[in-house]
Every structure is written in C-alpha cells, then in structure tokens.
C-alpha cells in the first residue's frame, strides 16, 4: 500500500451560520460546530485511506472563541498520522472577516477515524509521511496523544505508552 500526504488529505469546508445554528446569545453552538468539524475530518480520512470511515473518538475540542451569528467559518482538516486501520485528523476552525478577508483561528479539534470493510470490519489503512514542518510536528505528537487515549481507555498499561514515558521520565 503506497504512503500518502497530509496534503493529499486536505480538506476544506465554509459555511455561514446562520440564526438556526445559534444559542440564545447569538453564538454557533457547540454541537452544530461539531457536526461541521466531524464531516470535514471524515472527508480528510476518507480521501487519505480511500474507503468508508467511521469516527472511533472525538480525542480533544477546544471552543476557544466564540463564533458570531453571520459568521464565515472555514474548517480545515488533514490526517495528521495514521496507525494499522485508524488515522488521527486535525481540524482547524477559523472566522473570517468579511471586509480584510483575512482568517482568524478560533477552534480546534483532535478526531480519530478507522477504515471499515462492508462487514464493518477495519481495513489497513496507507502510512503517512508529513511534509511540512507543522506536518511532522503533529505527526510526532499524535502517538503520544494515542498512547494517552489507550491508556485513559484502559486498552494499553501505563508503563508501556513510551513516548508518554518519554515526556516525564529521563533516562
């Protein structure tokens, strides 16, 4: 199976919110950010593996502006890493601003996707080999965020995440 680029991944999404996706106070809810945020990232993981994907874990979300009723929003996604049948995705979100154009980050989010069969099943999945300099930055974190995840799921012992170990412990 040939390896592939986060690029070859790359995903991008705008859209407009609009008063039904708002809360009370006239900002994107949370949820409705989600569900653009899950779409875009399985788009990514799809285009990486070439087959059906699922969304395995929703690892990190970070709200960290508030998005305004009338918005332009773009969410940018790439597999960042991928593993034997899973592949981590980033998705960027960011505003624009309608009059510079220019695009501000606001949001982020950390997803996991595995590849299945028809049977649902999990499929291998192509390596991946980053290109840029923030390419291999996330792709260097993304088996630490890994082993965190398996741990905190109870599915890998702590003494065995080695690059968690790594972080803390100097030998």
């Not at 788009?43 to 009723?69: E, M």
């Not at 260097?140 to 412990?169: C, H, N, P, W, Y």
Request: charged share 25%; aromatic share 4%; with cysteine.
């Amino acid at each position: 199976m040939k390896s592939k680029t986060p690029s070859q991944s790359a995903t991008i999404n705008t859209e407009v919110v609009l008063p039904n996706d708002t809360n009370h106070v006239g900002n994107l809810f949370g949820g409705k950010l989600m569900q653009w945020v899950d779409i875009t990232a399985a788009i990514a993981a799809q285009r990486h593996c070439g087959r059906v994907v699922v969304t395995a874990a929703i690892n990190h979300v970070s709200f960290d502006k508030p998005i305004r009723q009338n918005s332009v929003v773009t969410l940018e996604a790439k597999v960042t890493r991928a593993f034997t049948s899973s592949m981590e995705v980033i998705v960027d979100v960011f505003v624009e601003n309608p009059s510079t154009g220019a695009k501000t980050k606001c949001n982020e989010a950390i997803l996991t996707f595995v590849a299945i069969d028809q049977n649902g099943s999990p499929l291998h999945v192509p390596e991946l080999e980053p290109e840029t300099e923030l390419d291999k930055k996330r792709f260097e974190g993304a088996l630490r965020r890994r082993q965190l995840s398996l741990v905190i799921a109870g599915r890998m012992k702590a003494e065995d995440a080695t690059e968690l170990k790594a972080l803390f412990i100097k030998e």
